[in-house]
């Protein structure tokens, strides 16, 4: 699972020339939940921007706004008929500076922060679609992350993780030319597992409101 991120402050690096920033300029974010936006990555009309989805995707049956995927488990999304349209058709990329997992103490439940080994931001598999908005009505364009099995450094902390991809896999995912979704699924799985690292952080990011780069900040495992 994947339901907290943080999200970095300049994109230039990360999207290189071929993508269009079509976003305004934002601050480095350290405490995004699903339903807010978030940056992706896409191609649209032929054109590879860089903008801000609605974290979630409410399909359009559900009018009640009660069914928000804001994950796509890697093993459903070739067959879930919520899934597997974007799947083929509108796949996206989701930059994230760390994403949070909760790793179970007894009765207490500590916090991690998840990052690149070498600072890079990651690069999440995602899919996106024309959602309902629950809250404001009518449509808008929302973006869902894929999540797999996990890596060895993922294991001790929860059984699901996003799937990074890395440079080489970036441009195959976005290529609007490929359809064959047997082919996307053998992309989906965890990454290499000197690739990021996981350390404890403060409760403070329990808390949605709480944000500042504190947050991302290690502190001694309490174990």
């Not at 989805?53 to 069914?67: E, N, T």
Request: glycine residues 8%; aromatic residues 8%.
């Amino acid at each position: 699972m994947c339901g907290r991120l943080a999200l970095p402050e300049d994109y230039k690096e990360i999207v290189g020339k071929d993508v269009r920033i079509v976003m305004p300029p934002r601050p480095p974010r350290y405490n995004v939940a699903p339903t807010t936006p978030i940056p992706a990555i896409a191609v649209r009309e032929g054109e590879k921007t860089l903008d801000l989805y609605r974290w979630g995707i409410v399909p359009f049956w559900s009018k009640d706004g009660k069914l928000d995927l804001f994950n796509a488990r890697d093993d459903k999304v070739a067959t879930s008929g919520a899934y597997k349209g974007p799947l083929a058709k509108s796949r996206c990329i989701v930059p994230a500076s760390y994403f949070y997992e909760w790793r179970k103490a007894g009765a207490r439940k500590i916090p991690y922060a998840i990052h690149r080994r070498d600072g890079r931001p990651m690069l999440f598999a995602g899919i996106w679609a024309m959602g309902q908005d629950p809250k404001q009505g009518g449509e808008v364009a929302s973006a869902c992350i894929i999540t797999t099995g996990p890596n060895a450094v993922m294991e001790p902390l929860h059984n699901r993780m996003p799937v990074i991809l890395d440079d080489e896999a970036v441009e195959e995912w976005l290529d609007p030319e490929l359809h064959d979704l047997a082919t996307l699924q053998l992309m989906l799985g965890p990454c290499p597992d000197d690739e990021i690292e996981a350390y404890p952080i403060s409760d403070a990011v329990n808390k949605v409101g709480n944000e500042g780069p504190e947050l991302v900040r290690p502190r001694p495992d309490p174990d």
